[in-house]
């Protein structure tokens, strides 16, 4: 017995060590954040793909986006954690009101939320929570609002509100919505509703859960093992439903500001300036391609031998990194070169032949052309020689870095091809 709890500890301590992912997420809501315990539902799909969830809410009945704002619970618990997603519901009218209420009643204090979000913890993001429409519309506002007399006029009214909050705070969006639209157009007997027509069944919840799990942890949601109470082949349905919207379209639904890495250089030499240009980052690290790094932020490098480089500029910022890649032709040209130069070589410029005269004979001469952006376009290999002959009629005009190494004396000269 004592061998396979070993065994069991062992492999879950592997499992935890190779893909567990941990997130502390604050739910922001009211009655549709509450209904089944969506925040609890989150938490048992995490567990069972061997993530972690750290949570905490405030979900008072009714509650909109601006009582959030002047709620001490909502802040006290917004402040108490460094949370890596807030998400924020509003109530489930709210959001189909006419625009000149909305733009009055809901966008600023959006922002000022997201304000707040962000100022408790620089890395926290803002995570949207996207309602859907009522069964059969909202009835009780039919009369004053016409566009949200029918479940697919609220709906899309709900989701447009939801893009442009999401939009305009930089912030990401958990489109549980989105998942209930295709669920219901597609699985039309699924039951998403509880008896009111309005808040979510178990089933509903669970779409929703599925929504905020792909979007909080970027990871297919058909991974996920657990079902609730759930029949299993309904929620396979709801997983698969998850996928196609969320997963498979992350980032349709991710309106944080894009991170960038990107560098220009300037090549002399052996040396490189290089020059960031990347967007906003916290950390960078550069890799030289030669074994060398540098954490500046416009760092000069110096090549120690001529060759092909890959460079590399990595940024970070909160938990999101990307990096750009480029590859430079070096040529390490030596002042002392010149001065010990082996050979002569004419006439320079010419539009044919190039000639050259070594001052003994060298047991193997190997020679380089490279036009000024480093690119080869000659190349010849000769043994026992005192002098040689390069035909470079083929080249283009222009002028060119002759490499040319004697045994092991390297030396470069500059050739016109007229």
């Not at 315990?37 to 793909?49: G, I, Q």
Request: hydrophobic share 35%; net charge negative.
């Amino acid at each position: 017995m004592k061998q396979i709890l070993l065994y069991i500890s062992l492999t879950i301590a592997t499992f935890s060590l190779q893909g567990q992912t941990t997130k502390k997420v604050l739910f922001l809501g009211n009655s549709y954040t509450s209904a089944n315990n969506l925040p609890l539902l989150v938490n048992n799909m995490a567990n069972s793909t061997g993530d972690v969830l750290i949570y905490d809410s405030n979900t008072p009945g009714g509650y909109r986006l601006r009582d959030h704002l002047n709620n001490p619970t909502s802040l006290d618990k917004l402040n108490s954690n460094s949370w890596d997603y807030v998400a924020l519901q509003g109530q489930s009218q709210e959001t189909s009101m006419s625009q000149s209420d909305m733009e009055t009643q809901l966008y600023p204090f959006a922002q000022a939320l997201t304000s707040a979000i962000r100022a408790n913890y620089g890395c926290s993001q803002p995570l949207f929570y996207m309602t859907w429409g009522r069964k059969n519309g909202d009835v009780a506002n039919c009369p004053i609002r016409p566009w949200v007399c029918t479940y697919e006029e609220m709906d899309d009214v709900i989701k447009a509100t939801y893009i442009f909050m999401s939009e305009t705070n930089e912030a990401e969006l958990a489109p549980a919505g989105a998942v209930w639209r295709y669920l219901r157009e597609n699985h039309p007997s699924m039951e998403l509703y509880a008896a009111d027509g309005s808040h979510p069944s178990l089933a509903g919840s669970y779409a929703a859960a599925c929504a905020f799990y792909t979007m909080i942890y970027k990871k297919d949601p058909t991974t996920i093992t657990w079902n609730s109470t759930l029949q299993e082949n309904e929620a396979n349905t709801i997983k698969m439903a998850a996928k196609t919207i969320v997963f498979d379209n992350i980032s349709t639904w991710d309106f944080t500001e894009a991170l960038t890495a990107d560098f220009d250089e300037e090549i002399n030499g052996a040396e490189v300036s290089f020059t960031n240009t990347s967007s906003s980052f916290d950390t960078l690290l550069w890799e030289f391609g030669d074994g060398n790094t540098s954490g500046l932020r416009d760092p000069v490098h110096t090549y120690a031998e001529s060759g092909v480089y890959t460079v590399s500029l990595t940024i970070t910022k909160c938990v999101k990194s990307t990096t750009k890649i480029k590859t430079l032709n070096i040529n390490v040209l030596s002042t002392e070169a010149f001065h010990l130069k082996p050979f002569t070589v004419y006439p320079n410029p010419t539009s044919g032949d190039l000639n050259l005269q070594f001052n003994k004979i060298y047991k193997e001469v190997n020679t380089v052309i490279s036009d000024l952006s480093g690119k080869t376009v000659l190349t010849t290999s000769t043994k026992n020689t005192s002098q040689l002959t390069l035909d470079i009629s083929t080249l283009s005009k222009g002028i060119y870095i002759l490499n040319v190494i004697a045994d092991e004396r390297f030396s470069v000269e500059k050739i016109v091809r007229k």
